[in-house]
């Protein structure tokens, strides 16, 4: 896997957590250098560890926002609130009261035509027999090269015309935008933060930093029995506590 510059081999771990306990219900192992394809997975593995128990809701980061992963969640109908990605939020500067750079959010996507809506009303389409994985909506060189708005628009000499790349996923993209904006989303994602990070911390403060095997089945393997002995403090903490009943640890235990 590459980052900043250099590549060392390294796996992509995954867990799902439960909002109560910090338990660890779902983990697999990938080998995908980003999250952007994960939430299918995540949900088949912790489809299998617990029996089939269907999950209601689930808040992830901007990491995960990605047309696939927002579609494997309209597909099982979870209420899903994923951090909207950064090349997807809007200005915090309105147009008018600045001259910075447009952005993809300055741009209204009109899901029953199919195209968007420039700032000076004019339409960027695609080509409906285009076989590429993305999408290109492309406004008309002629009509940019005249607007007034060209500067801040285009900024490409050779190519004047404005183009936005996206996926076949663009309507449930702006869906989740939009949603992520209301005072009730922001709140249920407040929350991730006491949820699903830390128990990376408390399994890196336990000493574990990195795999000690190799290949991915018995990376897997090895991960499995990290995410076991997490899980066993939490049901220990939970159970004295008197949070979670110990019948209740019985079935989780039998489950996974």
């Known amino acids: 896997m590459s980052k900043k510059g250099y590549c060392e081999y390294s796996y992509n771990a995954q867990i799902s957590v439960d909002g109560d306990h910090q338990i660890i219900v779902g983990q697999h192992v990938s080998q995908q250098a980003n999250d952007i394809q994960e939430v299918e997975p995540a949900l088949n ?57 447009f952005v993809k959010a300055d741009f209204a996507y009109d899901a029953e035509a199919d195209v968007f809506v420039c700032p000076a009303n004019e339409r960027l389409i695609t080509n ?33 015309g404005r183009v936005i790349r996206t996926d076949r996923f663009e309507s449930v993209r702006q869906a989740m935008n939009k949603k992520m904006e209301s005072t009730e989303a922001k709140s249920v994602y407040e929350r991730r933060k ?33 995410c076991t002995a997490h899980n066993i403090k939490k049901f220990v903490k939970a159970a004295t506590t008197g949070s979670i009943r110990l019948d209740d640890v019985k079935k989780v235990k039998e489950a996974t």
């Not at 579609?71 to 099982?76: D, G, S, T, V, Y």
């Not at 285009?130 to 500067?151: D, F, H, L, Q, T």
């Not at 990376?219 to 499995?224: D, L, N, R």
């Open 45 to 101: 593995a912790l489809s299998e560890a617990t029996g089939g128990v269907t999950v209601d809701k689930m808040s992830m980061d901007n990491g995960y926002f990605s047309g696939p992963n927002l579609h494997a969640l309209e597909q099982r109908n979870i209420d899903g609130y994923i951090a909207t990605d950064r090349g997807e939020k809007p200005a915090e500067e309105a147009l008018e009261n600045s001259d910075r750079k």
């Open 194 to 226: 006491v949820i699903a990070e830390p128990p990376f911390g408390q399994i890196k403060n336990s000493g574990f930093r990195g795999f000690s095997l190799r290949g991915k089945e018995k990376v897997a393997a090895e991960f499995s029995l990290v």
């Open 128 to 160: 409906p027999l285009s076989k590429a994985k993305r999408k290109s909506y492309r406004a008309s060189k002629e009509v940019c090269s005249e607007c007034p708005y060209g500067s801040r628009c285009s900024g490409a000499k050779k190519e004047p």
